[in-house]
């Protein structure tokens, strides 16, 4: 397990959860979509599957049905042999990494792979466990934090709001106050929940609800934004900061809150997802450890990373699977033997 290696920061993206074509199989790209679907594409993808996507997008767009944005469990081994079918070098590897982690879940569950898709596994994950409220939820300052922070930091109001906020003229203030507010409402209503199977549909039904998650993302991208300040003001009094925040203001895109908002953070739901780095900071935000099944990484020590590298005890668990540290799915049901 990779608690000491910081893994090689690199942005993630990648196409929807829909049907798509065995790995491997080859085959030209189709012809370009219709333009109400190009501000769905992005930088890290091949042009297959930005017009996979296309497709997807305005097919979805007719229909009224909602969206799920994690789709339905699917056996484990089911989902490798669909999706990897060749021999390859890199199928293998895929194979044997799917494999091992059927070892410890039988089911997976394909996340929509838009630039949002590292926030929503993991909050997917986070708000579907059994668990009480967490207590930095029920802390009153939560929902003070965006008048304090962007009245003492005026570059803070260069915040770029998600795609479903675009055109409104909303208080910046007001609006992340509301995403603040809402991510506990629905949080704490999850929690208060008795069976896992009832929050579990409950948590299916809220993210069918774009503007409801989006708005979600937006708390959570502020509590990033917030728990970097942090780091970055101890770094400055010289305390001891864990070793991921020296390197995330070590780039030159992201030497300081400010930077790290306007060229990255900004970009998350628009143009890009998280890198490597910032899935440290992710765990930070919703103090939650973050394991991650690297597969293109199987036979390495850095198949199983763990963000952050030494988590405090109290933090809980969530697990996601990457196939190419661009896009995440969730694994779902602890086999029983594991679960013992």
């Known amino acids: 397990m990779s608690r000491g290696t910081m893994p090689h920061p ?14 491997e199989a080859g085959g030209a790209a189709p012809e370009a979509g219709k333009a109400a679907a190009e501000q769905e594409e ?14 997807l997008l305005i097919h979805e767009r007719g229909s009224s049905e909602p969206r799920l944005s994690v789709a339905p469990e699917m056996d484990i081994m089911d989902y490798c042999k669909k999706e990897w079918r060749g021999n390859t070098q890199k199928a293998t590897c895929m194979k044997k990494g799917y494999e091992e982690v059927s070892q410890k879940f039988t089911s997976i569950r394909r996340v929509r792979g838009d630039n949002y898709c590292a926030l929503r596994a993991t909050l997917f994950q986070a708000m579907s466990q059994p668990a009480a409220l967490p207590a930095w939820l029920q802390d009153p300052e939560l929902t003070l934090l965006p008048e304090k922070l962007i009245s003492k930091y005026n570059w803070i109001k260069q915040w770029k709001l998600g795609l ?4 409104k003229s909303e208080d910046l203030v007001d609006k992340i106050t509301e995403s603040l507010t809402l991510l506990r409402k629905k949080w704490a209503g999850l929690a208060e929940l008795r069976t896992a199977e009832a929050r579990q549909a409950a948590c299916d039904e809220l993210f069918t609800n774009e503007a409801e998650e989006f708005s979600l993302y937006e708390a959570v991208k502020f509590l990033m934004l917030n728990r970097a300040i942090e780091l970055y003001d101890d770094k400055e009094k010289g ?18 809150p400010g930077q790290l908002l306007k060229n990255h953070l900004n970009q998350v739901g628009h143009t890009g997802g998280l890198e490597q780095v910032e899935m440290f900071l992710l765990a930070y935000a919703v103090r ?30 969530v697990t996601l699977i990457a196939e190419d540290d661009r896009h995440y799915n969730v694994p779902v049901r602890v086999c029983e033997e594991t679960s013992l």
């Open 10 to 23: 690199a942005a993630w993206a990648d196409p929807g959860y829909g049907e798509t074509p065995p790995r």
């Open 42 to 55: 992005d930088m890290y993808r091949d042009e297959y599957e930005i017009e996979k996507e296309k497709e």
């Open 164 to 167: 479903k906020f675009e055109g």
């Open 239 to 256: 305390k001891d900061v864990p070793l991921f925040s020296v390197l995330l203001f070590a780039r030159d895109t992201s030497s300081d």
């Open 288 to 317: 939650h450890t973050i394991q991650v099944y690297r597969l293109s990484k199987h036979s390495t020590e850095e198949f199983i990373t763990v963000y952050p590298t030494d988590p405090p005890r109290d933090w809980p668990v």
